[in-house]
């Protein structure tokens, strides 16, 4: 298995409050993702970089922000919890590019009450 | 429009018979194509792409995949079904990350 890790495995949080998730690599691959998982909606791409500090959003990334300082490091932070942010969320790398497959992580199960 | 589309939400089959799970893909150019399997409260594992070349493509666990340009498919494909292969199959493109929305896939003994 990839070296991917995601902490914490399971929250629970109330609305309002703030989340960080953190994804940790030690691959060095270039590229890390950021999926949530809702049921009838397979994954949906919230962000993703493509090196340190190069970021950008995908197809729902509102209310969520993301920050990679380190090659190995991919934090995933909801300002604002709300119940419609209840869901699993999957960390993933690949090595170059989006044509290359992805390898995840665990995922953290995140529930918003 | 969902650029990925799995048409079935469940397959049934029994062991050892031939097992396909079905995708489709609307998007433009020449997209790489992907299969990840999923088992239960674990992360995605990859199990085959289609990049160009041979329409056919081997890959982990005796799976294989079929790309057919003109229906814009690509079937994922198991010749004689085990019941570990029981799991949540997704199909994805290169093309804006897209995933379909998974195909659970139920092996009885």
């Known amino acids: 298995d990839a070296g991917i890790t995601q902490s914490p495995r399971h929250k629970v949080t109330e609305t309002g409050t703030p989340v960080t998730l953190r994804c940790h690599q030690t691959?060095?691959?270039?590229?890390m993702y950021w999926y949530r998982q809702d049921p009838g909606h397979g994954l949906r791409l919230i962000h993703y970089s493509y090196g340190v500090k190069d970021t950008d959003k995908g197809e729902v990334s509102d209310g969520y922000s993301v920050s990679r300082s380190k090659t190995e490091d991919f934090l995933l932070t909801l300002e604002s919890a709300t119940s419609s942010q209840t869901s699993v969320y999957f960390c993933?790398?690949?090595?170059?590019?989006?044509?290359?497959?992805?390898?995840f992580g665990p995922g953290t199960r995140l529930t918003v009450t | 429009a969902q650029s990925v589309a799995q048409p079935e939400d469940q397959v049934n089959v029994a062991e050892g018979n031939p097992l396909t799970v079905k995708c489709t893909y609307s998007?433009?150019?020449?997209?790489?194509l992907f299969w990840y399997v999923q088992y239960p409260n674990r992360g995605l594992q990859f199990l085959l792409k289609?990049?160009?070349?041979?329409?056919l493509v081997k890959g982990s666990y005796g799976f294989e995949a079929e790309f057919n340009k003109s229906q814009t498919s690509f079937h994922l494909k198991k010749p004689s079904a085990l019941v570990s292969d029981s799991a949540l199959y997704f199909c994805a493109a290169s093309y804006k990350l897209s995933f379909g929305a998974g195909t659970t896939v139920t092996v009885r003994a």
């Open positions: 993933a790398i690949s090595e170059s590019g989006t044509d290359y497959e992805q390898y």
């Open positions: 289609y990049i160009t070349g041979d329409n």
């Open positions: 691959e060095n691959h270039r590229y």
């Open positions: 998007v433009s150019g020449n997209p790489y």
